[in-house]
């Protein structure tokens, strides 16, 4: 097989088809060369999986290796698979021991696998349907955007937007990280003039997301409007303590784009929002040292060791200034 990987990984590295694992889950089911105790456990939760959405409500447990979910009329087992295009699903009633295996070479083929299951196995409300996932299904407003871009560009998605209502968004969950796939996917292909557009309905549509705002600051700063930059990044701080790592990958990306004052600016913020995280004032001095300022690369360096005495970057930098 090309590609085939040399060290076993728990997560990536069992090559199957769906009839050997179909057995394999059989024999699992039945209990074969397990012991009593384990067998019991393996379907016995050990661990509750709380929802993404509602606070204080549960998604489902897990057993031993796999997820347990319960329905109005059956309890199941089940495990999935997402490896970019390789995807991958199994439940199985520990009731009547009906189930199903599917895998797929798809990278949006989950969006059929909640009707697969309920066509194959009579479980109308599958696993892959609760709050632990946010997979949009084949007849989903995610499915259709992405087809409308396919077919006819972005054009043909700004007659769509005016669609999305207030049910839309409740019912799409998946629909705010479509906008993120599909804005990083411009962004990739160098189309910052749509990409844009896109955030910015996104932004409308889910204001207190803080990524969105993280993706306008770029496009301020890479025009060079670095105070409207500096605000949509203030904006998402508000938001979002938590994303030291998207304003970094912002100042990186102008880097890139050979933006280095506006890189500069976005590192500086991220370093003084975030005083106590080496990694910013590591990523400021390598910022300094890429438009040969060593004097305050080194400054920055060590304002990174003093946090961190142990940071590899810093001090292979320092060592080779």
Not at 83 to 104: A, P, Q, R, W
Request: glycine share 6%; charged share 25%.
């Amino acid at each position: 097989m090309l590609g085939k990987r040399k060290i076993a990984v728990a997560a990536a590295s069992l090559y199957t088809n769906s009839e050997d694992y179909s057995k394999f889950l059989v024999a699992l089911i039945n209990g074969k060369d397990l012991s009593s105790k384990i067998y019991k456990k393996t379907f016995i939760p050990q661990i509750v999986v709380p929802a993404r959405y509602e606070k204080n409500k549960k998604a489902c447990e897990w057993g031993l290796g796999v997820g347990l979910h319960k329905t109005p009329k059956l309890n199941t087992f089940w495990h999935w698979g997402d490896n970019g295009d390789f995807k991958s699903y199994f439940e199985m009633s520990l009731d009547n021991k009906n189930g199903v295996v599917f895998f797929c070479n798809s990278d949006n083929g989950h969006a059929i696998t909640e009707k697969i299951v309920q066509l194959t196995t009579g479980i109308l409300s599958s696993a892959i349907s609760t709050d632990y996932f946010i997979y949009p299904s084949f007849d989903s407003f995610v499915i259709k955007m992405f087809r409308t871009y396919k077919k006819n560009g972005f054009t043909g998605l700004e007659t769509l937007f005016p669609s999305i209502n207030k049910d839309i968004i409740k019912k799409e969950k998946y629909l705010k990280y479509a906008f993120l796939d599909l804005g990083r996917y411009l962004v990739r292909q160098k189309n910052n003039m749509d990409g844009e557009k896109l955030f910015k309905i996104a932004n409308k549509l889910y204001p207190k997301y803080a990524t969105n705002l993280i993706y306008l600051s770029r496009f301020s700063f890479l025009r060079g409007e670095s105070d409207q930059g500096l605000n949509y990044l203030r904006k998402s701080l508000k938001l979002d303590n938590n994303i030291e790592g998207g304003i970094n990958n912002c100042g990186y990306a102008l880097i890139n784009h050979k933006k280095y004052n506006e890189a500069i600016a976005v590192f500086k913020f991220n370093a003084y929002s975030f005083p106590l995280s080496a990694n910013c004032f590591d990523s400021l001095g390598e910022a300094y040292l890429t438009i040969g300022d060593k004097i305050n690369a080194k400054y920055y360096y060590n304002k990174a060791l003093k946090i961190n005495p142990n940071m590899p970057s810093a001090i292979s930098a320092l060592k080779n200034m």
